[in-house]
């Protein structure tokens, strides 16, 4: 678990609930290969790898969790496809019993995969924190029911309905979900994805989930093939990426294995870049 840094009213922490890896050329979208690897060196299949970052929030009231990783619900086929290396539980540094709200940004299996286990070695999902309070995007609810033929994998039964079992929270739009802590809706990777925001006074933390998944996608056009619509994506992380700078907010990347987080800025051709690195 990532050192603690006091912001505001939260004790905040960095949780890595383990690695895996995707291809690269779906990371990447519509940007070639031989401009993408210059920043990020795929492996000999061609796959990058991938960390799976979320956020803890403590205030002494709440433990609020942000995302979920993998989980431990795959076959071992599944577990070479992806080179899945979770973090142990006993090194999260929280217990499960001890998250009283947990934010997930989206139902893809890659943030929210960790809300539930195989109970007893069977095929029944059965709620890995079900004394908190889970909160979600209605809108992605509602389209987890009936995803598109292009993120029908990406969206697993076992995450899914196992929601109903707990507290489900379902918010629209732009809501203070937790006093200090904001939730924002955009539908460019999928449909009611949500950003994070935590506040203290003028400044604030973002976590941008697969909006910009790690560093490397500071660039506008740079962009992945899993998103849903690229327009509404790009217009969307403009938006986000111009507030951050104008602001000087730590931006959170879930995904990138060596930059947690930074302070965004601009380089010499005018793209969106990593300022200065941060320490959380």
Same mark, same amino acid.
């Given at each position: ?49 991938? $960390? ?7 205030? &002494? ?21 992806? $080179?899945?290396?979770?973090?142990? %539980?006993?090194?999260? &540094? ?18 929210? /995969? /960790? ?11 059965? @709620? ?22 292009? %993120? ?20 629209? /739009? ?9 939730? @924002?809706?955009?539908? &460019? ?11 203290? &006074? ?52 879930? @995904? ?25």
């Amino acid at each position: 678990m990532g050192a603690n840094m006091k912001f505001g009213r939260f004790q905040i922490s960095l949780v890595n609930f383990g690695y895996f890896r995707l291809d690269g050329g779906a990371m990447f979208g519509s940007v070639p290969k031989n401009i993408w690897s210059k920043r990020f060196q795929p492996d000999e299949e061609n796959c990058l790898p991938l $960390a799976t970052r979320c956020l803890l929030l403590r205030d &002494g009231n709440a433990t609020v969790l942000v995302d979920v990783g993998m989980g431990e619900k795959w076959n071992e086929k599944s577990r070479q496809i992806f $080179a899945i290396q979770n973090t142990p %539980e006993s090194d999260w &540094g929280f217990t499960r019993d001890q998250v009283t709200h947990l934010v997930l940004t989206h139902l893809h299996f890659d943030h929210c /995969g /960790g809300v539930s286990r195989w109970e007893q070695n069977s095929k029944v999902a059965v @709620h890995n924190f079900p004394k908190a309070e889970v909160i979600l995007q209605q809108r992605n609810w509602e389209y987890s029911q009936a995803p598109s033929i292009k %993120e029908r994998a990406s969206y697993l039964a076992e995450n899914i309905t196992v929601l109903k079992q707990g507290q489900l929270r379902l918010v629209q /739009g732009s809501t203070e979900v937790y006093p200090d802590i904001w939730v @924002h809706q955009v539908n &460019g990777h999928t449909e009611g994805q949500q950003t994070v925001e935590i506040r203290s &006074g003028k400044n604030s933390i973002l976590y941008p989930t697969d909006l910009i998944p790690t560093s490397h996608h500071l660039p506008i056009p740079f962009h992945m093939g899993y998103d849903a619509c690229a327009t509404t994506l790009l217009k969307e992380k403009e938006r986000f990426l111009t507030a951050a700078m104008e602001s000087e907010a730590i931006v959170v990347f879930e @995904h990138d294995p060596a930059v947690p987080a930074a302070l965004i800025g601009k380089d010499e051709r005018g793209h969106f870049c990593v300022r200065e690195r941060v320490s959380l």
